[in-house]
T-cell receptor, first 112, second 115 residues
Framework: QQQVKQSPQSLIVQKGGISIINCAYENTAFDYFPWYQQFPGKGPALLIAIRPDVSEKKEGRFTISFNKSAKQFSLHIMDSQPGDSATYFCAASTGGNEKLTFGTGTRLTIIP | GAVVSQHPSRVICKSGTSVKIECRSLDFQATTMFWYRQFPKQSLMLMATSNEGSKATYEQGVEKDKFLINHASLTLSTLTVTSAHPEDSSFYIC???????????FGPGTRLTVT
């Protein structure tokens, strides 16, 4: 019930391409869905987040698509760059000051 | 985003000793802080929720007597790993949430190695 399933585990995308990472959840009480980017040896950095009242949110090259009925959300990275190579985690929580449930992570590699 | 600091960034200690890790929120007061542990190539695992002025709430399977958490002020939480063993070697990361917000900001992490 508390799980967030993330796929793929790893992803290789050519420079300039679109990177797509997917997450699915079961707990319908989740109402906050952030994505984090983590470089080796560093803490996760908040990339973008969405609430269920909208179906899409875009910030620069990063877009979250949210499908409430399917209980799925995804991260799209447009014009992927080598500097985007990192591990990406989706997460979900049930409200302010509540703990996050993390997905298993996706290791993204952007090749020239 | 908010600035969260952790100290030390790396620590090596001998088996059986205790290690204290500090987490500071530099931009805002945080009534709630979280402590995570992350093993290589794995996701973040929540250890406990730290609330200012009250006892921490530990996740199932986390030994509260081994991982002591103190949230003495609205900007500082500490995690003490007592009687550390090699299996406690991991990357420990804290996070904070502003009192009125949803967004959770993470510290840079502390690499603990127990020899």
């Amino acid at each position: 019930q508390q799980q967030v399933k993330q796929s793929p585990q790893s992803l290789i995308v050519q420079k300039g391409g679109i990177s797509i990472i997917n997450c699915a959840y079961e707990n319908t009480a989740f109402d906050y869905f952030p994505w984090y980017q983590q470089f080796p040896g560093k803490g996760p950095a908040l990339l973008i987040a969405i609430r269920p009242d909208v179906s899409e949110k875009k910030e620069g090259r990063f877009t979250i698509s949210f499908n409430k009925s399917a209980k799925q959300f995804s991260l799209h990275i447009m014009d992927s760059q080598p500097g985007d190579s990192a591990t990406y985690f989706c997460a979900a929580s049930t409200g302010g000051n509540e703990k996050l449930t993390f997905g298993t992570g996706t290791r993204l590699t952007i090749i020239p | 985003g908010a600035v969260v600091s952790q100290h030390p960034s790396r620590v090596i200690c001998k088996s059986g000793t205790s290690v204290k890790i500090e987490c500071r929120s530099l931009d805002f007061q945080a009534t709630t802080m979280f402590w995570y542990r992350q093993f290589p190539k794995q996701s973040l695992m929540l250890m406990a929720t730290s609330n200012e002025g009250s006892k921490a709430t530990y996740e199932q399977g986390v030994e509260k007597d081994k991982f002591l958490i103190n949230h003495a002020s609205l900007t500082l939480s500490t995690l003490t790993v007592t009687s550390a063993h090699p299996e406690d070697s991991s990357f420990y990361i804290c996070s904070v949430i502003p009192s009125q917000g949803y967004e959770q900001y993470f510290g840079p992490g502390t690499r603990l190695t127990v020899t």
